[in-house]
Every structure is written in structure tokens, then in C-alpha cells.
């Protein structure tokens, strides 16, 4: 008798409002009409999925996670430490699902485990931050305070920020930090109130937010850096070329790299796929190419 594949599923039951629990039979029933035999893993705390796949999935010759972007990160980082041994599938159960968005995985929940058993592998880059990793976005700086995880009202991170711009009433209020910025042998100083290394077609559920012909497996990351208004008329500036999507202003930075090194002579507060990152003052992000093939759906002939 041919011996079954092996499957480790690991989901977050508190993700979208737990939306899964009503799912978990129909996915399940997916997995196994693949021909896999699965071991079920509900995550226990913060920092469960990453240590679980890390210790496990080479023992499995597939993973397939369920969650928001936090258990996306993790288990992504899981992989990360054991090699990026296996493929990896993902059925999204967050409220924005910016990165399954820019895969092309399904909303559907049964539709994209079926991506996740019975897809093809498409080679991911992924980001290293420091000795840390991330998914799709790295980010610094005023609008990761209030976080386009949590605002689900605003679905434009970017509009949302400038709604926030437009709702300071003194340009002091603003928190900006002193930074150098090194790529590609170009070395940038300003004072800088927003910050994102990104590596998706959408963040907070926005599309075109990260600039144009973005590809998923490319070795670069498209960058965004803002600068500090230094009056009303750069305020709005900056203003309107988020709203507009625009890059049409000297008040903001826009550039594709492999690495950036970003240096400061404070530390800063950086968010990693929408979760707290930690503070710091030297951060080096690198791409990190076709390191995890995750799973997408086959491509309509």
C-alpha cells in the first residue's frame, strides 16, 4: 500500500473573528481527499506556529496554515529556520489579506486549501530583517501606531494616513526621526515620518499603495520613505500624493532594492507583517530570493 503524504496544518481558532471553526470540516475534508494524512495544530499563544513548523515540518511534506498576517509571519519564519525545507500553503482567515491577495489565493476558505494541496509552487521571496524575517511588509514611522491591521474601516493605509496628516493641527505633532538610508551605493539623510519595505501588490487592502510592476519573486522590494513637512504647503503635498497615488513630490521617496541599510541615532518602533518587531537603530532588510515555494492556484489555461 502506497504510504500517505503528510500534512501539518497549523491555524489560528481566534483569526477573522474565528471564522475557521465554521470551515475546519470542509478544509479538512480537502486535505484528505488529496491523499494526505493531516496532523491538526491549533496555535496556543504568540510565537506557537513559528516554533511548531520550525521544530516539525521536515518531518511533513507539506504545511498549510490558517490565520491573519501574524500566523502567516510565523510560520513563515518556522520555515525559515529549518531551511525553508517544505512547501507551504496558506488559507487566509485575517480581515485584509493583503498578501493571499497579491498570490491570487481565494477568500474562499475550502477553495484556497484546494490551492494549498492541489496548486503549484510558485518560489516566494522573503524578507530578512536583522536575525528576524517577514512576509510582505516591513514598516516604521506615524501610521503603524494605529496600525492597518487593526483599522478595518480603513482599508487605504496610505488614505489613512493621510487623513491622520490632515487631521494634525501643528506640524510639531508629528513624530519624525533622523535616519540614513544606504542602497545601492546611494546614501540618503533626511528626517523621515513613514517608512515601508514592502514586497505586495496591496497593503491594508489597498492596491497600488507600493508602486508599480510589483513582482512577488523579483530579488527587490519596493520602498517608501516620507519625509518630514517642514510647512503647510509640503503637508499637503505629501497629502495629495497619497490620496492621488502619485509619486509626483520631493516629500516622498520611492525606490526598488535587494538591501537597504537604515541607521539612527534613536531607536525605532517597527512593525513586521502588522506585529511589533522591536526597537532599533540599525536594521539591515535583505530579499531573501525564491526562499519558501508556496503554494498558489494553477493557472487558468
Not at 494524512?37 to 521544530?55: K, R
Not at 496600525?147 to 474601516?153: A, G
Not at 503635498?237 to 516622498?252: G, H, K, P, R, W
Request: charged share 25%.
Amino acid at each position: 500500500m502506497k504510504e500517505k503524504k503528510k500534512l501539518l496544518f497549523v491555524f489560528n481558532p481566534h483569526s477573522g473573528k474565528a471564522q475557521i471553526k465554521n470551515q475546519l470540516l470542509d478544509i479538512l475534508d480537502v486535505m484528505v481527499k488529496a491523499g494526505y494524512e493531516v496532523t491538526v495544530y491549533p496555535t496556543q499563544a504568540a510565537g506557537d506556529a513559528a516554533l511548531q513548523v520550525e521544530t516539525e515540518a521536515k518531518e511533513y511534506d507539506l504545511v498549510v496554515c490558517s490565520g491573519g498576517d501574524g500566523t502567516l509571519d510565523e510560520t513563515v519564519s518556522g520555515l525559515m529556520r529549518c531551511g525553508g525545507c517544505v512547501p507551504l500553503g496558506y488559507v487566509p482567515a485575517g480581515s485584509t489579506n493583503d498578501f493571499a491577495n497579491s498570490l491570487g489565493i481565494p477568500k474562499d476558505m475550502a477553495k484556497a486549501a484546494a490551492a494549498a494541496v492541489g496548486g503549484r509552487r510558485f518560489a516566494c521571496d522573503i524578507g530578512a530583517f536583522n536575525e528576524d524575517y517577514f512576509v510582505y511588509v516591513a514598516a516604521f514611522g506615524l501610521f503603524t501606531e494605529v496600525s492597518y491591521k487593526t483599522s478595518q474601516e480603513w482599508k487605504n493605509v496610505l488614505g489613512h494616513a493621510a487623513y491622520i496628516l490632515e487631521g494634525v493641527r501643528s506640524l510639531r505633532e508629528i513624530p519624525s526621526y533622523l535616519m540614513e538610508v544606504e542602497y545601492d551605493s546611494i546614501r540618503l539623510q533626511d528626517e523621515f515620518i513613514y517608512g515601508m519595505v514592502s514586497n505586495s501588490t496591496s497593503v491594508g487592502g489597498f492596491k497600488g499603495m507600493t508602486g508599480k510592476d510589483v513582482l512577488l519573486d523579483d530579488g527587490v522590494f519596493e520602498v517608501t520613505l516620507i519625509k518630514k513637512p517642514r510647512n503647510p504647503l509640503e503637508l499637503n503635498e505629501i497629502v495629495a500624493s497619497l490620496i492621488n497615488l502619485v509619486d509626483d513630490t520631493d516629500m516622498v521617496y520611492s525606490f526598488k532594492t535587494g538591501m537597504v541599510r537604515i541607521r539612527s541615532e534613536t531607536k525605532i518602533p517597527w512593525t513586521l507583517d502588522g506585529e511589533f518587531g522591536g526597537d532599533h537603530t540599525e536594521i539591515v532588510i535583505r530579499n531573501l530570493e525564491h526562499a519558501v515555494d508556496i503554494m498558489v492556484p494553477e493557472e487558468e489555461s
